[in-house]
């Protein structure tokens, strides 16, 4: 039967098999500190911790959408017209990612494209160890020590003169994108607990090319907790001052 390990002063969350045996019982304590959701801040109600753990967790293997540090060893980069992007099967993967917003911001100009970006904290340790070899899927490979492994940045691009609109709130429930609430980028602060649906892409320096970079491209943001915003004073509780 399926137990839980929580640490209710910083919220920590994870499951294990109750068994005896000792070898075992070690297996699944360090499979759980991988696998195990932290979040510090924002303080949320336990019903919060729940859900945004269970999202975390989401699998659709027949969607090919894995949480980011479940994304099966057997992935590899497709052909064809998949050829830039990281499947499994033959079918091009989504990775959900839970973190909190260290930084959003875009950059546009009159004569080129538009791009967001933004940047997480990652909150799972097996989020963390997955993104950096997925990182190191360039051509040459990047080296670990150039990879910040506790944040991960996924940026997308698109034409002057649209805009990028994949902002959602899922603050009550997460739903299909397409039924969800869309926000502004400027109601997403710093803090934000979030979740991030990307696809992990490799960019040829030419047709045919032995080099690349890879990268995360941003497809989805959605709100699951807000940090707190500062809110303005009561005006019934300022003292009244004439000058």
């Not at 500190?33 to 109600?45: F, S």
Request: hydrophobic residues 45%; proline residues 5%; aromatic residues 6%.
């Amino acid at each position: 039967m399926g137990a839980l390990a929580r640490a209710s002063s910083v919220g920590l969350l994870s499951t294990y098999e109750r068994d005896g045996a000792g070898a075992r019982a070690a297996e699944h304590a360090n499979e759980v500190m991988k696998d195990m959701l932290v979040i510090a801040r924002p303080v949320m109600p336990l019903a919060s911790f729940f859900r945004v753990d269970r999202i975390a967790r989401f699998v659709d293997v027949d969607a090919a959408i894995y949480p980011l540090g479940a994304i099966p060893p057997n992935a590899t980069w497709g052909t064809g017209s998949l050829a830039d992007m990281l499947t499994v099967d033959g079918v091009g993967t989504e990775a959900w990612v839970l973190g909190t917003i260290e930084r959003i911001w875009f950059e546009a100009s009159i004569s080129e494209r538009t791009t967001v970006s933004v940047t997480l904290r990652l909150l799972r340790e097996c989020d963390r160890t997955r993104m950096v070899k997925l990182l190191r899927r360039s051509s040459p490979k990047t080296r670990c020590a150039d990879i910040d492994s506790d944040s991960l940045t996924s940026t997308v691009t698109v034409a002057t003169g649209t805009t990028f609109r994949g902002f959602y709130d899922a603050t009550e429930k997460y739903r299909a994108p397409a039924v969800m609430t869309t926000v502004g980028i400027n109601d997403l602060i710093p803090g934000d607990v979030v979740l991030l649906q990307c696809a992990l892409r490799r960019d040829m320096q030419a047709p045919q090319s032995a080099q690349w970079t890879v990268g995360f491209e941003l497809r989805a943001l959605s709100l699951l907790y807000a940090h707190p915003r500062a809110t303005a004073p009561d005006v019934h509780t300022q003292t009244s001052i004439e000058l």
